[in-house]
C-alpha cells in the first residue's frame, strides 16, 4: 500500500509539473488537490492577515492580495519549486530532491534560524541531532494537501505531524500524570521559540524589503485544540505610530529530550507579573532591543509592554509615543483563562 501511494504522489508531482505553470488557469482544484494545499494558496498567512478575523489589515488597510505586500510570492507556485532536478540538458521530477531538508529550509527561514542558533549552543534539537530530517515527521499529505482548503496549519486536519506518531506512550512521571490531558508535550519539551519583532510595513510596501528583529529565549503558553501548547509573539509597526501585537501557537523545532521542571513554569517572577496585570516584554538597552527570557503564559486584559521603532535609512528609531497595540490571537490559538493563570502562580518544588 505504501508503494502504491509513494507512486500516487509521484504521478501527481509529474503531472501538476507539466501542466500548472503554464495551464494552471486550466486545472480545476478538484482534479489536483496540491492547489489546495497551503503550501499553494498561502491561505494560512492570508486567514491571520484578513481584517474579517481581526487581522494587520484592520490598521494597514491593505488587502492580502494586494501587490504592494508581495505576500503572494512566498507560495509554491509549481512543483518544479521543490521536485524539479536538473541533470546536463535534462530536467525531470524527483521526490529525492523534495526530500532535502534544504529545500524545506529554503523558505522555512524561521526554523533555519533557530537550528543555527541551537547548534552555536551546543544544544540540538533532540531529533536533528539524531540526523533527523523534515520528511520522517512531516508526511506528503502535510506538504502536498489533501484536497481541502485549510484556514492555517493550526487547523485540526491540515496536517498528521504529532509527537503521539512515534511516541506511543510516555514515562509514567508526575508530570506527565498530572499534565497528560491538559498540556501537549510542546509545552514542556519546546525549548525556546523565535520572534519577529518591530515587522515594519512602510519599509516592506515602499522599497519591496522585510525587516524585523528576531528574538528568542523564551516561550509562550496558550490554549490550543483544547490543550495548553507552546507558542510565540510577533510585533508589527504601522505608519502612524500604529502598533499591532500577535500571539499565536508555535511548534520551535527546539525539542528538549527532558521537560521542564515545575518551578520552570509554576510560581515564577513573570507569572507574577502576569498576575499583576503587566509584564515588560521587550525594552531597548543600550540602543539594542532586549528581551525577558522565559515561560510567558498568554492571558486575555494583560498589558505586554513592548519596545517599539521605526526604520530609517538603515536604522531603527525608538517610537517615543506609539499608539496602544491592537492584540489579535491568531493560528486557532486562545489566551490562558484567569483559573490556568491561577494554578501556574502556585509555587511547585524545583
Not at 532535502?100 to 527561514?109: A, G, S, V
Not at 508555535?250 to 507574577?272: A, F, L, P, W, Y
Amino acid at each position: 500500500m505504501k508503494r502504491v501511494i509513494v507512486l500516487f504522489s509521484v504521478l501527481c508531482v509529474m503531472t501538476v509539473g507539466m501542466l500548472v505553470t503554464a495551464y494552471s488557469e486550466d486545472i480545476k482544484k478538484e482534479d489536483c488537490f496540491f492547489l489546495s494545499s497551503l503550501h499553494y494558496t498561502t491561505r494560512g498567512m492570508a486567514y491571520w492577515y484578513d481584517k474579517a478575523n481581526g487581522g494587520l489589515e484592520t490598521l494597514t488597510g491593505i488587502p492580502y492580495s494586494s501587490s504592494k505586500l508581495d505576500c503572494l510570492n512566498c507560495h509554491v507556485a509549481s512543483c518544479d519549486v521543490c521536485h524539479k532536478t536538473v541533470e546536463g540538458e535534462k530536467s525531470f521530477y524527483t521526490a529525492k530532491a523534495a526530500q532535502n531538508q534544504e529545500m524545506c529550509l529554503n523558505c522555512h527561514k524561521r526554523e533555519r534560524t533557530i537550528m543555527k542558533m541551537d547548534k552555536d549552543a551546543h544544544q540540538d534539537d533532540v531529533h536533528f541531532g539524531r540526523q533527523m530530517q523534515c520528511k520522517d515527521c512531516h508526511t506528503a499529505g502535510d506538504v502536498h494537501g489533501d484536497g481541502k482548503e485549510y484556514n492555517s496549519m493550526k487547523q485540526p486536519g491540515a496536517q498528521s505531524a504529532k509527537c503521539e506518531n512515534c511516541h506511543k506512550s510516555s514515562p509514567q512521571s508526575t508530570s506527565h500524570q498530572i499534565h497528560k490531558d491538559k498540556l501537549e508535550c510542546k509545552a514542556c519539551h519546546v525549548r525556546h521559540v523565535i520572534s519577529c519583532s518591530n515587522c515594519h510595513i512602510e519599509t516592506l510596501v515602499n522599497e519591496r524589503k522585510r525587516v524585523d528583529i528576531k528574538l528568542s529565549g523564551w516561550v509562550f503558553l496558550m490554549n490550543y485544540n483544547g490543550k495548553v501548547t507552546s507558542a510565540t509573539t510577533q510585533t508589527f509597526v504601522v505608519p502612524g505610530n500604529k502598533t499591532f501585537l500577535m500571539f499565536a501557537p508555535q511548534n520551535s523545532h527546539s525539542v528538549m529530550k527532558e521537560g521542564r521542571k515545575c518551578g520552570d513554569c509554576h510560581g515564577t517572577e513573570i507569572v507574577k507579573q502576569v498576575q499583576s496585570g503587566k509584564l515588560k516584554l521587550t525594552w531597548l538597552e543600550n540602543s539594542a532591543l532586549k528581551n525577558v527570557k522565559g515561560v510567558i503564559p498568554v492571558v486575555n486584559g494583560v498589558t505586554y509592554d513592548c519596545a517599539y521603532q521605526d526604520y530609517k535609512d538603515g536604522k531603527w528609531i525608538p517610537i517615543e509615543n506609539p499608539l496602544a497595540p491592537m492584540i489579535h490571537y491568531a493560528g486557532y490559538g486562545t489566551p490562558l483563562t484567569k483559573e490556568q493563570l491561577k494554578k501556574l502562580s502556585q509555587p511547585m518544588r524545583k
